[in-house]
């Protein structure tokens, strides 16, 4: 799926009408002389394309009232926590070094000792609902989220209908202008390639006994800006 914007369009002085300018990176480095009317569009296309697989964060601890007893708990559950979920994720998971601090427990209760760390990775589509599933499970395990990844043949692929269709786009807004101005010749002088973004999409994190399917979650999407000048004669 894709959209576009205009961000701005110049018949010798401009016409502004929105959108962010990145910094330029010309794909046509020499600009050539117009013996006619110049005309400058800048064109945003988005689109967005089909997940493969996806980033998920867990947040795990435990309590107790000592802090060796806290994280000798996070270690005992992070043991079964690491037993159930690495069977599911793509490749090594990433678990950083577990910290540890205090918490109370209201006016008169006792202090606690809390420690903590996070699992992250990655995961299919094919094992999407089964983490989800298998995290809400897991005592003192929270899922904190989950990014939507594309292929990178899927941005690839994205990316070039993305600057197709802004070329496609400008070609048609210059060769309307230049008819406007009872003109009959127009020439692509400069592509200025000002901006591509791929974007994984996070979702809320949410866990609990109703089946979650990829395809519904949201989709990468990625961005094209592209400054285009045109001679009209």
């Given at each position: 799926?894709?959209?576009?914007?205009?961000?701005?369009?110049?018949?010798?002085?401009?016409?502004?009408?929105?959108?962010?300018?990145?910094?330029?990176?010309?794909?046509?480095?020499?600009?050539?002389?117009?013996?006619?009317?110049?005309?400058?569009?800048?064109?945003?296309?988005?689109?967005?394309?089909?997940?493969?697989?996806?980033?998920?964060?867990?947040?795990?601890?435990?309590?107790?009232?000592?802090?060796?007893?806290?994280?000798?708990?996070?270690?005992?559950?992070?043991?079964?926590?690491?037993?159930?979920?690495?069977?599911?994720?793509?490749?090594?998971?990433?678990?950083?070094?577990?910290?540890?601090?205090?918490?109370?427990?209201?006016?008169?209760?006792?202090?606690?000792?809390?420690?903590?760390?996070?699992?992250?990775?990655?995961?299919?589509?094919?094992?999407?609902?089964?983490?989800?599933?298998?995290?809400?499970?897991?005592?003192?395990?929270?899922?904190?989220?989950?990014?939507?990844?594309?292929?990178?043949?899927?941005?690839?692929?994205?990316?070039?209908?993305?600057?197709?269709?802004?070329?496609?786009?400008?070609?048609?807004?210059?060769?309307?202008?230049?008819?406007?101005?009872?003109?009959?010749?127009?020439?692509?002088?400069?592509?200025?390639?000002?901006?591509?973004?791929?974007?994984?999409?996070?979702?809320?994190?949410?866990?609990?006994?109703?089946?979650?399917?990829?395809?519904?979650?949201?989709?990468?999407?990625q961005s094209?800006?592209?400054?285009l000048?045109?001679?009209?004669?």
């Amino acid at each position: 799926m894709t959209s576009r914007f205009w961000s701005a369009a110049k018949v010798v002085a401009p016409v502004l009408l929105g959108l962010n300018v990145l910094a330029p990176s010309p794909l046509l480095a020499a600009e050539r002389v117009c013996n006619g009317t110049l005309l400058q569009i800048q064109v945003n296309e988005r689109g967005t394309s089909r997940s493969d697989r996806f980033r998920f964060s867990l947040g795990l601890d435990a309590e107790h009232a000592s802090k060796d007893a806290a994280m000798s708990a996070l270690n005992a559950r992070l043991a079964e926590a690491r037993q159930v979920i690495q069977p599911l994720a793509i490749g090594r998971l990433t678990i950083p070094a577990p910290r540890s601090y205090s918490v109370g427990r209201g006016t008169s209760g006792p202090r606690l000792e809390r420690a903590s760390t996070t699992i992250t990775g990655e995961v299919s589509r094919d094992h999407y609902d089964a983490l989800i599933q298998a995290a809400g499970r897991l005592p003192g395990v929270r899922l904190q989220g989950m990014t939507s990844l594309a292929s990178s043949d899927s941005r690839a692929s994205l990316a070039d209908q993305l600057l197709k269709q802004a070329l496609e786009t400008g070609q048609r807004h210059a060769q309307a202008t230049a008819r406007a101005l009872g003109l009959r010749k127009v020439e692509l002088l400069l592509i200025d390639q000002r901006g591509s973004t791929y974007r994984p999409m996070a979702m809320a994190a949410r866990m609990g006994e109703a089946s979650f399917k990829p395809a519904e979650a949201p989709k990468p999407s990625q961005s094209l800006t592209l400054k285009l000048d045109y001679c009209l004669r």
